[in-house]
């Protein structure tokens, strides 16, 4: 890398930084409604009217809420068709992830974008995919945690790479292979400032600060930054296509994912419940 390179991926670090120290995280391409939505569930009592109103002022969105009140993961004896049916029948965990889902989906799709940043974007998405339907499963299955909740962390975990593409487009002449390391450094602390100013809980914050911890603190019982952790590990593995020793894999062990003999699950018994969160979230 040139010098010139290093000193342009310096002052991205810098800027960064100094959004992080300003509590300046933007992210621009997210809907209106969608930071709206967020904005409403800061308040100690959510008002679901304002809630209702959000959605359906945004016809993708109040479409997407819809189609996900009626799949096959939540779907009751009828048919909703009305926004306000929707939203209580999913509840605001559900609602709070069909909104983050829609919004980095709708993000690939803007017409401004270069077709580097673009499949960057698509690329992004597919890890939130992958990783929100492997902590549905393991939360569910694995632990007596909220699974709509792990569901939500998960998705929440690419914010921080999500704003950092979108920034290094506003940065010229930055090269994208010092984008990995910068990526691999800074994501999960931005993810985590971005999940503070939407009033995230405290569970779901430290899981997007830790995230990338292959052997996170022990708590007295399964916490959402394991399960994050763990679904980041498998999705790594299955992705590699290397097989996963878990002798070395305490983590594993904890949730009941691998046994102490160093054999281990990657899910394959729960691939349909897996793949039906994946359809659930579109993709």
């Known amino acids: 890398m040139t010098a010139e390179a290093m000193q342009i991926a310096a002052g991205f670090v810098q800027q960064l930084a100094k959004d992080l120290n300003n509590d300046n995280l933007e992210l621009p391409m997210f809907p209106d409604s969608v930071i709206r939505i967020q904005q409403v569930f800061q308040a ?20 997407r809420v819809l189609q996900l009140s009626n799949s096959a993961a939540v779907r009751g004896v009828s048919e909703i068709v009305e926004v306000r049916q929707a939203v209580v029948r999913i509840g605001n965990k559900l609602v709070q992830s069909a909104a983050v889902a829609f919004a980095i989906r709708q993000a690939q799709r803007n017409d401004g974008l270069s077709n580097e940043l ?29 699974a709509d909740e792990a569901l939500l962390t998960g998705l929440l975990s ?12 506003e940065q010229e002449g930055l090269d994208y292979i010092e984008l990995d390391v910068i990526l691999a450094d800074w994501h999960p ?24 911890d292959t052997n996170p603190e022990l708590q007295e019982s399964a916490s959402l930054t394991e399960v994050l952790s763990a679904a980041r590990l498998i999705s790594q593995h299955d992705a590699s296509g290397t097989p996963l020793d878990a002798c070395h894999l305490p983590l594993l062990q904890r949730l009941g994912l691998a046994g102490h003999d160093g054999t281990s699950h990657t899910l394959a ?6 793949d039906g969160v994946r359809q659930q979230l579109g993709g």
């Open 44 to 63: 100690k009592e959510v008002n679901i009217e304002e809630i209702i109103r959000v959605i359906s002022s945004d016809p993708a969105l109040a479409a």
């Open 158 to 169: 690419v914010v921080g790479k999500l704003y950092i593409f979108m920034k290094a487009q």
């Open 269 to 274: 018994e729960h691939a349909d419940a897996i």
């Open 118 to 146: 673009r499949a960057a974007l698509k690329d992004i998405w597919a890890e939130s995919v992958e990783l929100a339907s492997r902590c549905y499963v393991i939360a569910k299955h694995f632990t007596k945690l909220n």
């Open 189 to 212: 602390a931005i993810a985590k400032a971005i999940a503070e100013s939407w009033n995230m809980s405290a569970d779901i914050v430290n899981a997007l600060e830790a995230q990338l």
